[in-house]
C-alpha cells in the first residue's frame, strides 16, 4: 500500500511538470507565430466563437473524470499530453487489459496500462515519421484514394472499443449502451444533432446511475 501511494505521488508530480511544460509549449506556438509575423488576434472572432471553445473544455473535463478509472494514473497523464485518447489510446489500453485479464484497480493494471499507452506513442510518433514522406510527395493522390474509407474510421474504432467494453463490463455497459443508442437513433431519426459535448455527460450520467443501481442491488 505505501509502495502504491509513493508511486502514485511520484506519478502525479512528474505528470503536473510535463503537463505543465507541454502547455506552454503549445502556447508558445501562437505567441511567436504572432510576434514574427506582427499578426494579432481578432478579439471579436474569438468571443463569437466561446461557445464553441467553452464545448470542447466541457468534453475536455468530462474525459478527464471518465477515462480516469480506465487509464490510471501514469497513463492518463500521457494520453492527456500526446492526444488522440479516445481513437487511439484508449483503445489500445483497454485492449491491453482485456488479452493479460487483469484486475481493475490494481497495480498490476495501472503498470500495463501505462507500458501500453506509452509503446502506442511511440509506435504513433514512428508511423506519423514514416508517413509524412510519402505524404510529402504524393499528398494529392493518397487523400484522393483514402477519402472513399476515411468516414468509416472512427466508427470502426469506437465499434472496436465498444466490443470490448461490452465483452469486459456488461453488467455495467449494457444500460447506458442501450440508452445512448436509443437516444442517438431518436435524433438521428428527427434530424436532431445534439452534439459530442452533450452525449458524453448524457452517457456519464446514465452509467453512474446504472451502476448506482447495480451496486444497491447486489449489496441487498
Not at 509575423?37 to 474525459?63: D, N
Request: net charge positive.
Amino acid at each position: 500500500m505505501k509502495d502504491r501511494l509513493t508511486y502514485n505521488n511520484e506519478m502525479h508530480k512528474t505528470g503536473r511538470l510535463f503537463t505543465w511544460i507541454s502547455l506552454a509549449a503549445f502556447m508558445l506556438v501562437p505567441i511567436i507565430f504572432c510576434l514574427v509575423t506582427g499578426a494579432k488576434p481578432q478579439w471579436s472572432a474569438l468571443g463569437k466563437s466561446f461557445m464553441f471553445i467553452l464545448g470542447y473544455w466541457a468534453i475536455g473535463l468530462v474525459e478527464a473524470v471518465s477515462y480516469a478509472p480506465l487509464l490510471g494514473s501514469g497513463g492518463q497523464y500521457q494520453t492527456f499530453i500526446t492526444g488522440n485518447i479516445a481513437n487511439l489510446k484508449l483503445p489500445c489500453a483497454i485492449n491491453t487489459q482485456t488479452i493479460l485479464k487483469t484486475k481493475q484497480g490494481s497495480e498490476e493494471e495501472e503498470v500495463i496500462t501505462t507500458i501500453s499507452v506509452a509503446v502506442s506513442t511511440i509506435v504513433t510518433m514512428l508511423i506519423i515519421l514514416i508517413g509524412l514522406i510519402p505524404l510529402s510527395i504524393f499528398s494529392t493522390k493518397i487523400v484522393t484514394i483514402l477519402a472513399p474509407v476515411s468516414p468509416y474510421v472512427i466508427p470502426a474504432i469506437f465499434g472496436g472499443l465498444g466490443v470490448a467494453l461490452l465483452s469486459r463490463y456488461l453488467k455495467l455497459t449494457i444500460i447506458p449502451f442501450i440508452v445512448c443508442l436509443a437516444i442517438t437513433i431518436t435524433t438521428f431519426a428527427l434530424n436532431i444533432d445534439i452534439g459530442q459535448s452533450t452525449m458524453i455527460p448524457i452517457g456519464m450520467a446514465v452509467s453512474i446511475a446504472a451502476a448506482f443501481i447495480i451496486y444497491k442491488k447486489e449489496k441487498k
